[in-house]
T-cell receptor, first 113, second 117 residues
Framework: KQEVTQIPAALSVPEGENLVLNCSFTDSAIYNLQWFRQDPGKGLTSLLL?????REQTSGRLNASLDKSSGRSTLYIAASQPGDSATYLC????????????FGKGTLLTVNP | ETGVTQTPRHLVMGMTNKKSLKCEQH?????MYWYKQSAKKPLELMFV???????ENNSVPSRFSPECPNSSHLFLHLHTLQPEDSALYLC????????????????FGPGTRLLVL
């Protein structure tokens, strides 16, 4: 059974700092890994999707890496801003379970002005 | 309307009530999903419909009954719920490929915040 763990559970940083969020998964047989953002009481917004054959994806100040063999991914946020404050969720789509995403519990990020 | 919409946004119901949650996607996708998000727990997949057929049911209690009349609409019918069913219920949609070579992300609605008294 696939399990996804995110560390840390919460992170508070001053504005402008670069930061890294971590995600690990137990079964390396994945189709892809995705990072989502969730604002309080809202739905999820997709940030980056990394296919199993890829090593990283970039979008603006965000960079996500994937090391499938070790079961790890990182989300790097450069020059953080107060508007980045949200919960960041990591999810993997595993082989053998059609279309099923397994989510971590998320990292609550607070960027202080 | 664009993206994925859900109604109602908030719902309070008693344990003996019957209610339905509605989801509509305007993205032309061929798969739709129901998720449950409880406090302190990871998002849990409840149901998946691909091409209007249910492809996965993760042993969800029978008091939750999904319905997918077409590729754009998804319902979750609720009856005799328990207080522990209080949660944020999220709907999502995606385009799934038969060869699974490239997969796109799932697009989520804003959710329905459900409180069962």
């Amino acid at each position: 059974k696939q399990e996804v763990t995110q560390i840390p559970a919460a992170l508070s940083v001053p504005e402008g700092e670069n930061l890294v969020l971590n995600c690990s998964f137990t079964d390396s047989a994945i189709y892809n890994l995705q990072w989502f953002r969730q604002d309080p009481g809202k739905g999820l917004t997709s940030l980056l999707l990394i296919q199993s054959s890829q090593r990283e994806q970039t979008s603006g100040r965000l960079n996500a890496s994937l090391d499938k063999s070790s079961g790890r991914s990182t989300l790097y946020i450069a020059a953080s801003q107060p508007g980045d404050s949200a919960t960041y969720l990591c999810a993997v789509e595993s082989g053998g379970s059609n279309y099923k995403l397994t989510f971590g519990k998320g990292t609550l990020l607070t960027v202080n002005p | 309307e664009t993206g994925v919409t859900q109604t109602p946004r908030h719902l309070v119901m008693g344990m003996t009530n019957k209610k339905s949650l509605k989801c509509e996607q305007h993205l032309g996708h061929n798969a739709m999903y129901w998720y449950k998000q409880s406090a302190k727990k990871p998002l849990e997949l409840m149901f998946v419909y691909s091409l209007e057929e249910r492809v996965e049911n993760n042993s969800v209690p029978s008091r939750f009954s999904p319905e997918c009349p077409n590729s754009s609409h998804l319902f979750l019918h609720l009856h005799t719920l328990q207080p522990e069913d209080s949660a944020l219920y999220l709907c999502a949609s995606s385009q799934v490929s038969m060869d699974r070579v490239a997969r796109e992300t799932q697009y989520f609605g804003p959710g329905t915040r459900l409180l069962v008294l």
